[in-house]
Protein backbone atom coordinates (compact mmCIF):
# COMPACT_ATOMS: atom_id res chain seq x y z
CA UNK A 1 0.00 0.00 0.00
CA UNK A 2 1.60 3.34 -1.11
CA UNK A 3 1.22 6.82 0.24
CA UNK A 4 -0.56 7.82 -2.87
CA UNK A 5 -3.59 7.01 -2.27
CA UNK A 6 -4.12 7.95 0.91
CA UNK A 7 -3.67 11.40 -0.62
CA UNK A 8 -5.89 10.52 -2.78
CA UNK A 9 -8.74 10.16 -0.45
CA UNK A 10 -7.42 12.84 1.89
CA UNK A 11 -8.63 15.20 -0.76
CA UNK A 12 -11.93 14.26 -1.34
CA UNK A 13 -12.58 13.74 2.45
CA UNK A 14 -13.06 15.69 5.43
CA UNK A 15 -9.88 15.87 8.14
CA UNK A 16 -11.21 13.50 10.62
CA UNK A 17 -12.55 10.94 8.23
CA UNK A 18 -8.99 11.72 6.65
CA UNK A 19 -7.56 9.71 9.29
CA UNK A 20 -9.43 7.01 9.59
CA UNK A 21 -9.36 6.29 6.08
CA UNK A 22 -5.86 6.24 6.46
CA UNK A 23 -6.40 4.20 9.20
CA UNK A 24 -8.22 1.48 7.09
CA UNK A 25 -5.87 1.70 4.55
CA UNK A 26 -2.81 1.24 6.89
CA UNK A 27 -4.64 -1.93 7.95
CA UNK A 28 -5.02 -3.42 4.32
CA UNK A 29 -1.34 -3.70 4.77
CA UNK A 30 -0.98 -5.42 7.87
CA UNK A 31 -4.32 -7.53 6.40
CA UNK A 32 -1.74 -9.65 3.83
CA UNK A 33 0.10 -11.39 6.49
CA UNK A 34 -2.71 -11.52 9.51
CA UNK A 35 -5.92 -11.90 7.75
CA UNK A 36 -8.74 -13.03 10.22
CA UNK A 37 -8.37 -11.56 13.48
CA UNK A 38 -7.51 -8.16 11.51
CA UNK A 39 -11.35 -7.95 9.65
CA UNK A 40 -12.91 -7.18 12.50
CA UNK A 41 -10.52 -3.91 13.56
CA UNK A 42 -11.16 -3.17 9.73
CA UNK A 43 -14.72 -3.24 9.67
CA UNK A 44 -14.39 -1.31 12.99
CA UNK A 45 -12.61 1.56 10.77
CA UNK A 46 -15.15 1.07 7.99
CA UNK A 47 -17.81 2.58 10.43
CA UNK A 48 -16.10 5.67 11.03
CA UNK A 49 -16.41 5.98 7.57
CA UNK A 50 -19.72 5.13 6.69
CA UNK A 51 -22.15 7.45 4.52
CA UNK A 52 -19.62 7.89 2.52
CA UNK A 53 -20.37 8.52 -1.48
CA UNK A 54 -18.02 5.46 -2.24
CA UNK A 55 -18.99 6.22 -6.16
CA UNK A 56 -17.14 9.18 -5.46
CA UNK A 57 -14.02 7.74 -4.46
CA UNK A 58 -12.28 4.77 -5.50
CA UNK A 59 -10.00 4.06 -3.60
CA UNK A 60 -12.60 3.64 -0.40
CA UNK A 61 -14.61 1.80 -3.24
CA UNK A 62 -11.42 -0.84 -3.63
CA UNK A 63 -10.97 -1.07 0.65
CA UNK A 64 -14.49 -1.40 1.42
CA UNK A 65 -15.66 -4.07 -1.79
CA UNK A 66 -12.09 -5.71 -0.13
CA UNK A 67 -13.86 -6.01 3.33
CA UNK A 68 -17.13 -6.91 1.91
CA UNK A 69 -15.42 -10.28 0.01
CA UNK A 70 -13.95 -10.85 3.49
CA UNK A 71 -17.30 -10.86 5.83
CA UNK A 72 -19.42 -12.66 2.72
CA UNK A 73 -21.86 -14.59 4.61
CA UNK A 74 -21.17 -13.73 7.91
CA UNK A 75 -23.16 -11.36 10.06
CA UNK A 76 -20.53 -8.29 9.66
CA UNK A 77 -21.61 -8.93 5.79
CA UNK A 78 -25.30 -6.60 6.40
CA UNK A 79 -23.16 -4.23 8.10
CA UNK A 80 -20.40 -3.52 5.59
CA UNK A 81 -23.78 -3.42 2.76
CA UNK A 82 -25.88 -1.46 4.91
CA UNK A 83 -23.24 1.12 5.73
CA UNK A 84 -22.11 1.56 2.16
CA UNK A 85 -25.49 1.06 0.48
CA UNK A 86 -24.45 -1.51 -1.67
CA UNK A 87 -27.72 -2.11 -3.65
CA UNK A 88 -26.27 -4.86 -5.69
CA UNK A 89 -25.98 -6.92 -3.15
CA UNK A 90 -29.70 -7.29 -2.79
CA UNK A 91 -30.04 -10.75 -3.74
CA UNK A 92 -26.95 -11.38 -1.14
CA UNK A 93 -28.82 -9.82 1.46
CA UNK A 94 -31.96 -11.97 0.67
CA UNK A 95 -29.87 -15.11 0.79
CA UNK A 96 -27.97 -14.42 4.11
CA UNK A 97 -30.96 -14.38 5.76
CA UNK A 98 -32.28 -17.77 4.34
CA UNK A 99 -29.31 -19.45 5.44
CA UNK A 100 -29.10 -17.56 9.02
CA UNK A 101 -32.60 -17.07 10.07
CA UNK A 102 -31.31 -16.97 14.09
CA UNK A 103 -28.43 -14.57 13.39
CA UNK A 104 -28.68 -11.54 15.23
CA UNK A 105 -28.13 -9.68 11.91
CA UNK A 106 -31.07 -11.74 10.22
CA UNK A 107 -33.53 -8.80 10.57
CA UNK A 108 -31.40 -5.96 9.63
CA UNK A 109 -30.01 -7.79 6.54
CA UNK A 110 -34.16 -7.73 5.38
CA UNK A 111 -34.62 -4.18 6.33
CA UNK A 112 -31.73 -2.89 4.76
CA UNK A 113 -33.26 -5.51 1.46
CA UNK A 114 -36.41 -3.11 1.72
CA UNK A 115 -34.83 0.34 2.16
CA UNK A 116 -33.09 -0.97 -1.17
CA UNK A 117 -36.18 -1.54 -3.12
CA UNK A 118 -35.75 -5.54 -2.71
CA UNK A 119 -39.35 -6.40 -1.83
CA UNK A 120 -39.99 -8.33 -5.11
CA UNK A 121 -37.22 -10.39 -4.67
CA UNK A 122 -38.30 -11.21 -0.92
CA UNK A 123 -42.19 -11.26 -2.36
CA UNK A 124 -40.71 -14.08 -4.93
CA UNK A 125 -38.76 -16.10 -1.58
CA UNK A 126 -41.85 -16.01 0.13
CA UNK A 127 -44.23 -17.90 -2.39
CA UNK A 128 -42.13 -20.67 -1.57
CA UNK A 129 -42.50 -22.60 1.78
CA UNK A 130 -39.03 -23.92 1.79
CA UNK A 131 -37.68 -20.34 1.41
CA UNK A 132 -40.44 -18.49 3.31
CA UNK A 133 -39.86 -20.64 6.21
CA UNK A 134 -36.70 -19.05 7.59
CA UNK A 135 -37.39 -15.48 6.28
CA UNK A 136 -41.06 -15.12 8.02
CA UNK A 137 -40.09 -14.96 12.02
CA UNK A 138 -36.99 -12.45 10.83
CA UNK A 139 -39.41 -10.13 9.13
CA UNK A 140 -41.51 -9.55 11.91
CA UNK A 141 -38.51 -8.38 13.70
CA UNK A 142 -37.56 -6.07 11.34
CA UNK A 143 -40.52 -3.73 12.67
CA UNK A 144 -40.62 -2.35 8.87
CA UNK A 145 -44.93 -1.56 7.73
CA UNK A 146 -44.09 -3.18 4.53
CA UNK A 147 -43.95 -6.50 5.81
CA UNK A 148 -48.08 -5.98 5.93
CA UNK A 149 -48.10 -6.16 2.02
CA UNK A 150 -45.78 -9.55 2.01
CA UNK A 151 -46.53 -11.49 4.80
CA UNK A 152 -50.68 -11.07 4.23
CA UNK A 153 -51.54 -12.53 1.12
CA UNK A 154 -49.53 -15.54 2.86
CA UNK A 155 -51.74 -15.45 5.91
CA UNK A 156 -54.26 -15.93 2.96
CA UNK A 157 -52.95 -18.75 0.82
CA UNK A 158 -55.01 -21.49 2.30
CA UNK A 159 -53.23 -23.50 -0.10
CA UNK A 160 -50.34 -23.51 1.91
CA UNK A 161 -48.37 -25.15 4.90
CA UNK A 162 -50.80 -24.53 8.00
CA UNK A 163 -46.82 -23.77 9.98
CA UNK A 164 -45.93 -20.79 7.03
CA UNK A 165 -49.16 -19.24 7.59
CA UNK A 166 -49.17 -19.39 10.98
CA UNK A 167 -45.68 -18.44 11.47
CA UNK A 168 -46.94 -15.40 8.87
CA UNK A 169 -49.60 -14.58 11.80
CA UNK A 170 -47.43 -14.33 14.51
CA UNK A 171 -44.88 -12.05 12.65
CA UNK A 172 -46.63 -9.35 10.94
CA UNK A 173 -49.13 -8.90 13.64
CA UNK A 174 -45.95 -7.49 15.34
CA UNK A 175 -46.28 -3.71 12.85
CA UNK A 176 -49.56 -1.81 13.08
CA UNK A 177 -50.55 -2.30 9.58
CA UNK A 178 -50.18 -6.23 9.78
CA UNK A 179 -52.52 -6.19 13.04
CA UNK A 180 -54.66 -3.94 10.86
CA UNK A 181 -55.01 -6.22 8.20
CA UNK A 182 -55.46 -9.34 10.38
CA UNK A 183 -58.50 -7.72 11.40
CA UNK A 184 -59.92 -6.96 8.04
CA UNK A 185 -59.22 -10.18 6.69
CA UNK A 186 -61.43 -11.45 9.44
CA UNK A 187 -64.02 -8.61 9.42
CA UNK A 188 -64.49 -9.63 5.72
CA UNK A 189 -64.52 -13.05 6.30
CA UNK A 190 -61.71 -14.40 4.86
CA UNK A 191 -59.59 -15.48 7.69
CA UNK A 192 -59.45 -19.74 7.25
CA UNK A 193 -60.89 -21.18 10.23
CA UNK A 194 -57.56 -22.67 11.20
CA UNK A 195 -56.15 -19.15 11.85
CA UNK A 196 -58.83 -18.10 13.79
CA UNK A 197 -57.88 -18.94 17.36
CA UNK A 198 -54.09 -17.99 16.89
CA UNK A 199 -55.05 -14.57 15.12
CA UNK A 200 -57.54 -13.63 17.70
CA UNK A 201 -54.62 -15.12 20.29
CA UNK A 202 -51.99 -12.32 18.70
CA UNK A 203 -54.33 -9.71 18.54
CA UNK A 204 -55.04 -9.39 22.02
CA UNK A 205 -51.59 -8.68 22.47
CA UNK A 206 -50.86 -5.94 20.28
CA UNK A 207 -49.72 -2.76 21.95
CA UNK A 208 -52.10 -0.55 19.53
CA UNK A 209 -55.27 0.14 21.88
CA UNK A 210 -57.41 0.64 18.70
CA UNK A 211 -56.84 -2.00 16.72
CA UNK A 212 -56.94 -4.64 20.13
CA UNK A 213 -60.10 -3.18 20.35
CA UNK A 214 -61.33 -3.67 16.94
CA UNK A 215 -60.19 -7.24 16.79
CA UNK A 216 -61.79 -8.02 20.18
CA UNK A 217 -64.89 -7.25 18.24
CA UNK A 218 -64.43 -9.26 15.34
CA UNK A 219 -62.48 -12.28 16.87
CA UNK A 220 -63.25 -12.29 20.29
CA UNK A 221 -60.40 -14.70 22.26
CA UNK A 222 -61.74 -17.91 23.74
CA UNK A 223 -64.20 -17.36 26.25
CA UNK A 224 -65.15 -19.84 29.62
CA UNK A 225 -68.33 -20.72 31.44
CA UNK A 226 -69.99 -17.24 31.68
CA UNK A 227 -68.14 -15.60 28.84
CA UNK A 228 -65.50 -15.30 31.37
CA UNK A 229 -62.38 -14.25 29.26
CA UNK A 230 -59.76 -17.06 29.27
CA UNK A 231 -56.07 -15.97 29.61
CA UNK A 232 -53.76 -15.47 26.46
CA UNK A 233 -51.96 -18.46 25.19
CA UNK A 234 -48.58 -17.48 26.88
CA UNK A 235 -49.90 -17.53 30.82
CA UNK A 236 -52.55 -20.10 30.44
CA UNK A 237 -49.85 -22.68 29.85
CA UNK A 238 -47.69 -21.67 32.71
CA UNK A 239 -50.62 -22.26 35.03
CA UNK A 240 -51.06 -25.54 36.85
CA UNK A 241 -53.97 -27.29 37.76
CA UNK A 242 -54.99 -30.79 39.53
CA UNK A 243 -55.05 -33.49 37.25
CA UNK A 244 -56.96 -35.65 39.72
CA UNK A 245 -59.54 -33.26 39.38
CA UNK A 246 -58.96 -33.19 35.42
CA UNK A 247 -59.62 -36.55 35.17
CA UNK A 248 -63.05 -35.79 36.53
CA UNK A 249 -63.66 -32.95 34.31
CA UNK A 250 -62.62 -35.21 31.50
CA UNK A 251 -65.70 -37.44 31.97
CA UNK A 252 -68.17 -34.71 32.50
CA UNK A 253 -71.11 -34.86 30.40
CA UNK A 254 -71.30 -31.12 29.21
CA UNK A 255 -67.48 -32.05 27.44
CA UNK A 256 -67.68 -35.80 27.30
CA UNK A 257 -64.63 -36.46 26.10
CA UNK A 258 -64.74 -39.46 26.80
CA UNK A 259 -66.87 -40.14 24.37
CA UNK A 260 -64.72 -39.93 21.35
CA UNK A 261 -61.64 -40.84 23.28
CA UNK A 262 -59.87 -43.48 24.72
CA UNK A 263 -57.65 -43.35 27.58
CA UNK A 264 -56.35 -47.04 29.00
CA UNK A 265 -59.18 -48.90 28.15
CA UNK A 266 -61.77 -46.58 29.28
CA UNK A 267 -63.88 -44.83 26.79
CA UNK A 268 -65.01 -44.68 22.84
CA UNK A 269 -62.22 -45.73 20.19
CA UNK A 270 -63.06 -42.49 17.30
CA UNK A 271 -60.81 -39.55 18.02
CA UNK A 272 -57.04 -40.28 18.53
CA UNK A 273 -56.03 -42.54 21.70
CA UNK A 274 -55.06 -40.14 24.39
CA UNK A 275 -53.17 -42.45 26.90
CA UNK A 276 -50.10 -41.57 25.86
CA UNK A 277 -50.72 -38.20 24.81
CA UNK A 278 -48.81 -35.89 27.55
CA UNK A 279 -45.59 -37.79 25.78
CA UNK A 280 -47.12 -36.36 22.59
CA UNK A 281 -48.17 -33.03 22.78
CA UNK A 282 -46.81 -30.19 25.08
CA UNK A 283 -48.80 -27.54 27.12
CA UNK A 284 -49.52 -25.34 23.96
CA UNK A 285 -50.67 -28.15 21.63
CA UNK A 286 -52.72 -29.71 24.24
CA UNK A 287 -54.51 -26.50 24.80
CA UNK A 288 -54.40 -25.28 21.25
CA UNK A 289 -56.11 -29.20 20.33
CA UNK A 290 -59.12 -28.07 22.58
CA UNK A 291 -59.70 -24.29 22.03
CA UNK A 292 -59.03 -24.69 17.84
CA UNK A 293 -59.48 -28.76 17.29
CA UNK A 294 -59.33 -27.47 13.55
CA UNK A 295 -55.64 -25.68 13.71
CA UNK A 296 -53.78 -28.71 13.33
CA UNK A 297 -56.09 -32.48 12.60
CA UNK A 298 -53.92 -35.56 13.38
CA UNK A 299 -52.82 -37.54 10.27
CA UNK A 300 -55.51 -40.08 9.66
CA UNK A 301 -58.20 -38.50 11.80
CA UNK A 302 -59.49 -35.97 8.87
CA UNK A 303 -63.33 -35.80 8.46
CA UNK A 304 -64.37 -37.15 5.07
CA UNK A 305 -67.72 -36.75 3.29
CA UNK A 306 -68.97 -39.13 0.78
CA UNK A 307 -72.03 -38.72 -1.69
CA UNK A 308 -73.62 -42.21 -2.41
CA UNK A 309 -75.48 -43.04 -5.63
CA UNK A 310 -79.32 -42.37 -5.00
CA UNK A 311 -78.46 -39.46 -3.10
CA UNK A 312 -77.87 -40.73 0.53
CA UNK A 313 -74.58 -39.16 2.26
CA UNK A 314 -71.85 -40.44 4.46
CA UNK A 315 -69.41 -38.52 7.15
CA UNK A 316 -67.15 -39.90 9.05
CA UNK A 317 -63.56 -40.39 9.53
CA UNK A 318 -61.71 -43.28 6.94
CA UNK A 319 -60.54 -46.32 8.94
CA UNK A 320 -59.81 -48.45 5.92
CA UNK A 321 -59.71 -49.12 2.53
CA UNK A 322 -59.56 -51.66 0.13
CA UNK A 323 -60.38 -52.01 -3.57
CA UNK A 324 -63.89 -52.99 -3.11
CA UNK A 325 -64.56 -51.26 0.00
CA UNK A 326 -64.49 -48.01 2.31
CA UNK A 327 -65.18 -48.20 5.91
CA UNK A 328 -66.00 -45.72 7.20
CA UNK A 329 -65.89 -44.45 11.67
CA UNK A 330 -68.24 -43.07 13.43
CA UNK A 331 -69.25 -40.56 16.44
CA UNK A 332 -69.79 -43.05 18.95
CA UNK A 333 -67.56 -45.62 17.56
CA UNK A 334 -69.28 -47.46 14.86
CA UNK A 335 -68.47 -48.71 11.46
CA UNK A 336 -69.89 -48.21 8.22
CA UNK A 337 -68.85 -49.94 5.34
CA UNK A 338 -69.31 -48.67 1.83
CA UNK A 339 -69.29 -50.50 -1.24
CA UNK A 340 -66.96 -48.65 -3.89
CA UNK A 341 -69.71 -49.06 -6.10
CA UNK A 342 -72.08 -47.08 -4.14
CA UNK A 343 -69.97 -43.85 -3.70
CA UNK A 344 -69.87 -41.39 -6.07
CA UNK A 345 -67.80 -39.00 -4.78
CA UNK A 346 -65.66 -37.68 -1.56
CA UNK A 347 -64.28 -34.62 -0.04
CA UNK A 348 -62.16 -34.21 3.03
CA UNK A 349 -63.61 -31.73 5.59
CA UNK A 350 -61.43 -28.37 6.43
CA UNK A 351 -62.89 -28.81 10.06
CA UNK A 352 -62.06 -31.23 12.44
CA UNK A 353 -64.81 -33.89 13.79
CA UNK A 354 -64.03 -32.79 17.44
CA UNK A 355 -66.10 -29.67 18.63
CA UNK A 356 -65.06 -26.15 19.32
CA UNK A 357 -66.07 -24.46 22.47
CA UNK A 358 -66.11 -27.08 24.70
CA UNK A 359 -64.05 -24.72 27.26
CA UNK A 360 -67.31 -22.85 27.09
CA UNK A 361 -68.44 -25.33 29.55
CA UNK A 362 -65.68 -24.97 31.85
CA UNK A 363 -64.55 -22.44 34.12
CA UNK A 364 -60.79 -21.50 33.77
CA UNK A 365 -59.45 -23.26 36.94
CA UNK A 366 -61.86 -26.55 35.42
CA UNK A 367 -59.95 -25.84 31.82
CA UNK A 368 -56.35 -25.40 33.33
CA UNK A 369 -57.12 -29.19 35.35
CA UNK A 370 -57.89 -30.91 32.35
CA UNK A 371 -54.60 -29.61 30.64
CA UNK A 372 -53.36 -30.72 33.65
CA UNK A 373 -54.61 -34.18 33.60
CA UNK A 374 -53.96 -34.43 29.77
CA UNK A 375 -50.18 -33.35 30.16
CA UNK A 376 -50.29 -36.20 33.32
CA UNK A 377 -51.21 -38.63 30.44
CA UNK A 378 -47.40 -40.55 29.44
CA UNK A 379 -46.02 -43.52 28.73
CA UNK A 380 -45.38 -45.87 32.29
C1 LIG B 1 -67.19 -35.64 18.94
C2 LIG B 1 -66.00 -36.29 19.27
C3 LIG B 1 -64.96 -35.60 20.11
C4 LIG B 1 -65.11 -35.01 21.34
C5 LIG B 1 -66.38 -34.82 22.16
C6 LIG B 1 -63.79 -34.61 21.77
N1 LIG B 1 -62.87 -34.92 20.80
FE1 LIG B 1 -60.88 -34.61 20.88
N2 LIG B 1 -60.69 -35.23 18.98
C7 LIG B 1 -61.69 -35.79 18.22
C8 LIG B 1 -61.15 -36.11 16.91
C9 LIG B 1 -61.92 -36.73 15.75
C10 LIG B 1 -59.81 -35.74 16.92
C11 LIG B 1 -58.81 -35.87 15.74
C12 LIG B 1 -58.96 -34.72 14.80
C13 LIG B 1 -58.25 -33.49 15.30
O1 LIG B 1 -57.06 -33.57 15.61
O2 LIG B 1 -58.92 -32.45 15.38
C14 LIG B 1 -59.55 -35.19 18.24
C15 LIG B 1 -58.30 -34.73 18.67
C16 LIG B 1 -58.00 -34.44 19.98
C17 LIG B 1 -56.68 -34.18 20.47
C18 LIG B 1 -55.38 -34.21 19.66
C19 LIG B 1 -54.91 -35.65 19.62
C20 LIG B 1 -53.61 -35.90 18.91
O3 LIG B 1 -53.17 -37.04 18.92
O4 LIG B 1 -53.07 -34.96 18.31
C21 LIG B 1 -56.79 -33.94 21.81
C22 LIG B 1 -55.66 -33.62 22.79
C23 LIG B 1 -58.19 -34.02 22.14
N3 LIG B 1 -58.89 -34.33 21.01
C24 LIG B 1 -58.69 -33.81 23.41
C25 LIG B 1 -60.05 -33.75 23.68
C26 LIG B 1 -60.59 -33.30 24.94
C27 LIG B 1 -59.77 -32.91 26.16
C28 LIG B 1 -61.93 -33.33 24.82
C29 LIG B 1 -62.96 -32.89 25.83
C30 LIG B 1 -62.81 -31.53 26.30
C31 LIG B 1 -62.25 -33.81 23.47
N4 LIG B 1 -61.07 -34.04 22.82
C32 LIG B 1 -63.52 -33.99 22.97
C33 LIG B 1 -62.97 -35.99 18.60
C34 LIG B 1 -63.54 -35.52 19.77
Redesign the pocket.
Known amino acids: MGVLPNITICRSLSLRLCSAAVLLLGFFGLLAQEANDRTSILIEALQRLKDQDIETNPALKKAVLNVLEKVRGKSAFVDVVRDFKLTNEIPALLEFAIQNPRDPNAAESLKTLLQFGGSDRLKAALAQDVTAAPLINPLGDTGDNRIAGLLLPVVGQTDRSVDVRRAAVRSVVRVQEGALGLVQLARDGRLASDLKLITATELSTVRWPAVKSAAAEVLPPPAARGNAQLPPLAELIQLRGDSRRGATV ?1 RLPE ?3 I ?3 LVGNEGVD ?3 A ?1 SE ?1 GT ?2 GRE ?2 VE ?2 LD ?2 A ?3 FG ?3 WQFSLKGGDEAFG ?1 IASETEQEVVLKL ?1 GGSMNRLKKSEIEGRTKQPL ?4 IG ?2 ASLSTQEFVD ?1 IEY ?1 ASLKKP
Open positions: FVNCSCHFGPLIKLALSIPSGISFEALQSIMPLQLL
